[in-house]
């Protein structure tokens, strides 16, 4: 059984860090790849960036540069860190596994609120 | 890149059919055989239904299908039920240039 548990912080203020970590369960990370994707209020899904566990990564165009993916393979947990945070990095953030060959997401993590406020 | 485009909105009484179409581009959806979609209950996780524009995952309903036709993606609820009231994204590979995945919108999905 795949399973991803989520944890993190959920209130920031303008200008800190964001760091969610994902654990996984039921399946090795070197046969696939993992994603994080958000959802912030009253708006669709964005798909935030990519690992595999060579290290590779891929993020999408409006986050690079403030988003970091990262992944431990002893401890089975990969990693989302976004700097400099705003009210519209305010979202819910979910990671999930990542079918590289059919780009398809088929487990997801429960999700994490993450509140950006002064 | 744009999002793909749902419509904001769809619905139906319990055992009529709907469609949903996502449209994107020659570099999305118009160039690859990589679209899936998703439903999503409110306060529960996003569940994947149709992967490689047709194909269902184990445990999805038949009552489920999805099409392409040029740039433009369509899910397809047959047999509405209650518990299908979701909203329902689709979700595009978007190229070679390392753009990931596109997601549309989101289209809610009202069983009448």
């Known amino acids: 059984q795949v399973y991803l548990q989520q944890s993190g912080a959920g209130l920031l203020k303008p200008s800190e860090t964001l760091s969610l970590t994902c654990a996984v369960f039921g399946r090795p990370l070197n046969d696939y790849y993992w994603t994080w994707i958000r959802q912030s209020p009253g708006k669709g899904l964005l798909w935030i960036g990519e690992i595999n566990h060579n290290g590779y990564t891929n993020y999408s165009p409006s986050l690079r540069g403030r988003v970091t993916i990262s992944l431990d393979t002893s401890t089975k947990q990969f990693f989302l860190r976004l700097s400099a945070v705003t009210a519209a990095d305010t979202a819910m953030y979910y990671c999930?596994?990542?079918?590289?060959?059919?780009?398809?997401?088929?487990?997801w993590g429960q999700g994490s609120q993450v509140t950006v406020s002064s | 890149q744009s999002a793909l485009t749902q419509p904001p909105s769809a619905s139906g009484s319990p055992g009529q059919s709907v469609t949903i179409s996502c449209t994107g581009t020659?570099?999305?959806?118009?160039?690859?055989?990589?679209v899936s979609w998703y439903q999503h209950h409110p306060d529960k996780v996003p569940r994947l239904i149709i992967y490689?524009?047709?194909q269902r995952p184990s445990g999805v309903p038949d009552r489920f299908s999805g099409s392409k036709s040029g740039s433009t993606a369509s899910l397809t609820v047959s047999g509405l039920q209650p518990e299908d009231e979701a909203d329902y994204y689709c979700?595009?590979?978007?190229?070679?240039?390392?753009?990931?995945?596109?997601f549309g919108g989101g289209t809610k999905l009202t069983v009448l």
């Open positions: 490689e524009v047709y």
């Open positions: 999930a596994t990542f079918d590289k060959a059919t780009y398809y997401m088929d487990f």
């Open positions: 020659d570099n999305d959806i118009g160039g690859f055989n990589y």
């Open positions: 979700c595009s590979y978007a190229g070679a240039n390392n753009f990931g995945v596109l």
